[in-house]
C-alpha cells in the first residue's frame, strides 16, 4: 500500500460543487452525470465529449451543463471547476487525472484508476503533496449483494468463513465495445482490469490482507488483444481462501457469490440491478431504484435448513453522498485510492504469473 509524507490535508470546498464530467459513453451517462444531477451538493456544469451523437444525448439529458468536445476546452478553464471526474478509457486515466490534480481539482477516476501500478502510486503521491482528493468509483462496494454479506459476516451468521467465491460470468462470445475488444494490457485492457478490480476490491474489503497470489489468465478469442478469462485466488492473512471468476465467454454462469463458514453459507444469484436499472432510465432518485425483487434474494443456512434472505437496498448513490461530504468537511472519501493501488499490485502479479 503507498504512503506518502508530507501529505497536505486535502482543500475544503464550498457548495455547490461545480463538475465536470469526462467521458459520456457508459460510466458518464449511466453510472456519473445522474449522480452527481441528483445530489443538491453538486452542480454538473460541464460534460466532455467527442462523439457527435454523444454531444446530442447529453444535451437532452443535461441541459444545464456545458458540453465540451475535448479536455483542452476544460482545463483552458480548470479555475471554473472543483471536481473532475474521469470515465473515458483506461489508458487515459493516468493522464487526465494528473492534469486535473495539477490544476488544482478533485479527482474521481473510474477504475482501473490507472493502466499499471506505478502510475497509480504516482497518483496517490501527487494528489497527497498537492492537498487534492482523489478517489476512485469503486461503486460495487454499494451493490445490493455486497450489503447484505457485508451485514451478515458483521453479524457472525456465517461463522468462520474460510472460503469466498465471487463471480462475474457472462456470455459474450463477440466481445465488447470496440476499444474493450482492442486495448491491451498495458492500456489497462482486459477483463481483469475490467471485472477483476471488483471482485478484488471485494475481497480485500471484506477480508483484509493477502499473503499470496495464484491466477489463470487466458485470452480465448481469436485474435483478442486481451484476457477474457480470468480466475485468482487470494490467500489472506485472516486464513480466508477467495477464489474469483471472470468471463466473457461463460455459457452457463455460477452464483455470484458463494460463501462458506464454520456455521452456515450464503449463496446469491445474478448481478446486482442497479446497472441495468439505470440503463433503462431509471433516475437514483427513484423511489424503487436500489430495491430487488424477491427472485434476487440470498440463501443462507445449511442444506436442508436454509431460509431467503432479502437484499440490503443497492446504492450507488452513496458514493457521491460521502464524496459531498469529504469534499465539504474534510471526513473520509469514500474510497481511498491506496486501496485502488493495491488492486492494481494484484492485478499486476496476477497477470506475471499467468498460468
Do not use: C
Request: glycine share 10%.
Amino acid at each position: 500500500m503507498t504512503t506518502v509524507s508530507g501529505a497536505r490535508s486535502p482543500h475544503l470546498l464550498t457548495e455547490p460543487i461545480r463538475t465536470a464530467v469526462i467521458g459520456f459513453g457508459l460510466s458518464g451517462r449511466v453510472f456519473h452525470s445522474p449522480f452527481v444531477a441528483a445530489d443538491p451538493r453538486f452542480a454538473l456544469s460541464a460534460i466532455v465529449t467527442g462523439n457527435a451523437e454523444r454531444v446530442a444525448e447529453a444535451g437532452v439529458l443535461h441541459p444545464s451543463a456545458r458540453v465540451l468536445r475535448n479536455t483542452d476546452e476544460l482545463f483552458d478553464h480548470a479555475d471554473e471547476y472543483d471536481l473532475v471526474v474521469i470515465g473515458s478509457p483506461p489508458v487515459t486515466h493516468y493522464p487526465l487525472a494528473l492534469t486535473a490534480l495539477e490544476a488544482g481539482l478533485a479527482v474521481v477516476v473510474d477504475k482501473p484508476f490507472a493502466a499499471n501500478s506505478s502510475q497509480g502510486a504516482h497518483l496517490v503521491a501527487r494528489a497527497a503533496e498537492l492537498g487534492q482528493a482523489l478517489t476512485v468509483f469503486q461503486n460495487r462496494r454499494w451493490d445490493a449483494d455486497y450489503l447484505t454479506l457485508a451485514k451478515l459476516l458483521g453479524a457472525g451468521e456465517l461463522g468462520d468463513v474460510y472460503r469466498f467465491e465471487s463471480r462475474f460470468e457472462w456470455w459474450r462470445p463477440q466481445g465488447g465495445k470496440a476499444w474493450k475488444n482492442e486495448a491491451t494490457v498495458s492500456e489497462g485492457g482486459g477483463i481483469l482490469f475490467d471485472l477483476g478490480t471488483h471482485l478484488i476490491d471485494q475481497a480485500l474489503q471484506l477480508f483484509g490482507p493477502i499473503d499470496e497470489v495464484y491466477s489463470e489468465v487466458r485470452t480465448r478469442r481469436a485474435g483478442g488483444s486481451a484476457d477474457d478469462d480470468a480466475f485468482v485466488a487470494l490467500r489472506h492473512t485472516s486464513g480466508v481462501q477467495s477464489q474469483l471468476w471472470m468471463n466473457g465467454l461463460a455459457a452457463q454462469k455460477g452464483a455470484r457469490f458463494h460463501v462458506l463458514g464454520s456455521r452456515s453459507a450464503f449463496t446469491k444469484w445474478g448481478l446486482d440491478g442497479q446497472e441495468a436499472a439505470l440503463k433503462g432510465g431509471m433516475l437514483p432518485t427513484d423511489a424503487a431504484y436500489g430495491i430487488e425483487p424477491e427472485s434476487a434474494w440470498a440463501e443462507v443456512g445449511v442444506d436442508g435448513d436454509t431460509r431467503r434472505v432479502p437484499l440490503e437496498r443497492g446504492d450507488y448513490s452513496a458514493f457521491y453522498s460521502q464524496l459531498g461530504d469529504a469534499l465539504t468537511t474534510g471526513s473520509a472519501l469514500p474510497v481511498d485510492a491506496a486501496d485502488s493501488q493495491e488492486v492494481l499490485e494484484i492485478i499486476e502479479q496476477s497477470h506475471a504469473g499467468r498460468a
